[in-house]
Nanobody, 122 residues
Framework: QVQLVESGGGLVQAGGSLRLSCTAS????????VAWFRQAPGLEHEFVAT???????TYADSVKGRFTIARDNGKNTVYLQMNSLKSEDTAVYYC????????????????WGQGTQVTVSS
């Protein structure tokens, strides 16, 4: 079992930055792929970014060049650095993890955090 806790969300003006953290406990985190998804009101979960156990990253086109995903296995933490934020980035952001497998769909991840709200004001 892996337990995930997100932090770092908040209110920011358009053009600003936030860094989200996803901290894991319960298993050897270094063998897990970790992804960020987001969900805006009334919409389905949207893939944002993922990082494999060996550090390979993939991004949604909507965030490419603005967001960066990184991991620190020593701290059991994955980060999502979000720059040049736009109002359309407003959503609840969730991190998700799965043992070794990397994907862009929600059904490819077994473990989920409870989410952190990001609100971007225009």
């Amino acid at each position: 079992q892996v337990q995930l806790v997100e932090s770092g969300g908040g209110l920011v003006q358009a053009g600003g930055s936030l860094r989200l953290s996803c901290t894991a406990s319960g298993q050897t985190f270094s063998s897990y792929a970790v992804a960020w998804f987001r969900q805006a009101p009334g919409l389905e979960h949207e893939f944002v970014a993922t990082i494999s156990w060996d550090g390979e990253s993939t991004y949604a086109d909507s965030v490419k060049g603005r967001f960066t995903i990184a991991r620190d296995n020593g701290k059991n933490t994955v980060y999502l650095q979000m720059n040049s934020l736009k109002s359309e980035d407003t959503a609840v952001y969730y991190c998700a993890a799965d043992f070794l497998r990397v994907g862009v769909s929600t059904d490819e991840y077994d473990y989920w955090g409870q989410g952190t709200q990001v609100t971007v004001s225009s």
